[in-house]
């Protein structure tokens, strides 16, 4: 079992859906972060929190530290968010343990 | 602006050949990081690097070598010991003495054997 686990794999949704993205994690962490990867390949971090929330425009991020989960939200969406969100945890030393990614597509 | 530059964008690299990934970071962070990502899987650490003229192996480190002579450069070599180095690599850094700070990622290098 991996470390940290994202649900679902893959995600299609119409332009104005409301979306969520999960990921829970096993190990002790100090920090968890949200990643968005564009096919190009490029990583942009968008959110770090260690806990309660976090809101940046349409983009929410929530952790629950006792139930060791975090959610990504993104409300009233739009083809160009279509992208793979990482969930990944920071333990000991700064290290990043990654989940395998969840690949959105936001159709118009 | 600051941020982290990856090169080249793509390599290809012929059976045996060693082949040296350039990261080059201008944000001063002290920390390094070199991931590997497969298809499928999520990143995986190969070597990382806290402060100059020190670093770690991660979690597959075999077939990989790092130096860490500046603080700007961190330059990862797959070597001809790496079976199997096809895959996309993504460098970071970050500020770890600076709380709350996110690693910084470049853009990649793509791998591929001819």
């Known amino acids: 079992k991996n470390e940290v686990e994202q649900s679902p794999q893959n995600l299609t949704a119409q332009e104005g859906e409301f979306i969520t993205i999960n990921c829970s994690y096993s190990?002790?962490?100090?920090?968890l972060h949200w990643l968005q990867q564009h096919p190009g390949g490029g990583i942009v971090s968008l959110f770090m929190?260690?806990?309660g929330k976090k809101k940046h425009g349409r983009l929410i991020a929530t952790i629950n530290i006792q139930e060791k989960h975090s959610s990504l939200h993104i409300t009233a969406s739009h083809p160009r968010d279509s992208a793979v969100y990482i969930c990944?945890?920071?333990?000991?030393?700064?290290?990043?343990?990654f989940g395998e990614g969840t690949q959105l597509t936001v159709n118009p | 602006d600051g941020g982290i530059t990856q090169s080249p964008k793509y390599l290809f690299r012929k059976e045996g050949q060693n082949v040296t990934l350039s990261c080059e970071q201008n944000?001063?962070?002290?920390?390094m990081y070199w991931y590997r990502q497969d298809p499928g899987q999520g990143l995986r650490l190969i070597y990382y690097?806290?402060?100059?003229?020190?670093?770690q192996k991660g979690d597959i480190a075999e077939g990989y070598s790092v130096s860490r002579e500046k603080k700007e450069s961190f330059p990862l070599t797959v070597t001809s010991a790496q079976k199997n180095p096809t895959a996309f690599y993504l460098c970071?850094?970050?500020?770890?003495?600076?709380?709350?700070?996110?690693?910084?990622f470049g853009d990649g290098t793509r791998l591929s054997i001819l």
């Open positions: 970071a850094s970050s500020s770890p003495n600076r709380s709350g700070q996110p690693q910084h």
């Open positions: 190990v002790g962490i100090s920090a």
């Open positions: 929190l260690s806990s």
């Open positions: 990944a945890a920071e333990t000991s030393g700064s290290r990043l343990t």
């Open positions: 944000l001063n962070h002290d920390a």
């Open positions: 690097s806290q402060i100059v003229n020190d670093f």
